[in-house]
């Protein structure tokens, strides 16, 4: 899980700019991380990156629940 945590906070930055490729389709790479730098400053390498965690720890512990019995059925 810790190598979920840290590829989750090392690949934030580039999420964020593929989101702002998706919102603003004219943007170029080099473009999509001028806009982000311009919107949320240096802090969208990181910004926002908790709440991805979260997701991810939420979704492993369902996956723990309910599907590790079922895989372990076979």
């Not at 999420?15 to 389709?25: A, K, S």
Request: hydrophobic residues 45%.
């Amino acid at each position: 899980i810790s190598i979920s945590l840290i590829s989750t906070y090392m690949s934030h930055g580039f999420h964020i700019c593929q989101t702002e490729m998706q919102t603003n389709q004219k943007l170029s790479y080099a473009g999509a991380v001028k806009a982000a730098y311009r919107d949320l400053g240096f802090s969208f390498l990181f910004k926002g990156a908790s709440a991805r965690v979260g997701l991810l720890l939420v979704t492993n512990i369902f996956n723990e629940i309910f599907l590790k019995p079922v895989w372990g059925k076979r």
